[in-house]
């Protein structure tokens, strides 16, 4: 453990990244960060996590320049960087110089963040809407660590430059997120995080 495995192509030309591992604060984090610090676009992503406390992420990528991985090297040394990071759970800082499409450049998207309840009462659902950007889902897995959150579930969406991403979260006691205030808090921090106002 952790258990890394990358599927070379998939019906979208992507490759999918596999990440299976114990239940452990920042996975997510860790995981994206790498991503993006290995120069891949994230076009899509599932994080589900099991009874027994395991959680399984699954992403879908491609090189930034929008071509497929092609190299087996390039594969075992993705699955390698992966592995490593999230056993030192740290990703060393790293400036990604990925420039933004000129669509989403001069038509950007106006960032919303909404919370929904979760008709079984176990989640608390973050919906984000904004501009898709390289690094998005690392600066909003470093806000859940900032704000100590959990999150169980995820569903990642590209369309163009449009990202609506689902985030399905508790707090650190494995609660819903109810209260008003830490929510606007949580808001906060994501606007904060994706350098944007709200």
Do not use: W
């Not at 992403?59 to 993705?78: A, D, K, M, T, Y």
């Amino acid at each position: 453990m952790p258990l890394v495995l990358l599927r070379p192509q998939t019906q979208r030309g992507s490759a999918e990244v596999f990440v299976y591992t114990k239940n452990e604060e920042a996975i997510f984090s860790l995981s994206t960060a790498t991503l993006d610090q290995l120069g891949l676009t994230i076009l899509d992503a599932r994080i589900m996590t099991t009874t027994d406390d395991y959680v399984l992420n699954s992403f879908l990528v491609l090189e930034q320049s929008g071509e497929p991985i092609n190299e087996l090297f390039r594969e075992v040394h993705i699955c390698t960087a992966l592995r490593n990071n999230l056993l030192l759970r740290e990703v060393k800082k790293h400036k990604n110089i990925h420039r933004q499409s000129r669509q989403a450049k001069h038509f950007p998207i106006p960032t919303s963040i909404q919370f929904h309840a979760d008709p079984l009462n176990r989640h608390t659902i973050i919906e984000l809407i904004t501009t898709d950007h390289a690094g998005l889902l690392s600066k909003i897995g470093r806000a859940f660590v900032k704000k100590d959150i959990h999150l169980h579930s995820a569903k990642i969406t590209t369309i163009g430059s449009r990202a609506e991403d689902m985030f399905y979260i508790t707090d650190n006691q494995s609660q819903p997120i109810t209260d008003p205030a830490t929510q606007e808090q949580i808001r906060e921090e994501i606007l904060k995080m994706l350098g944007t106002t709200g």
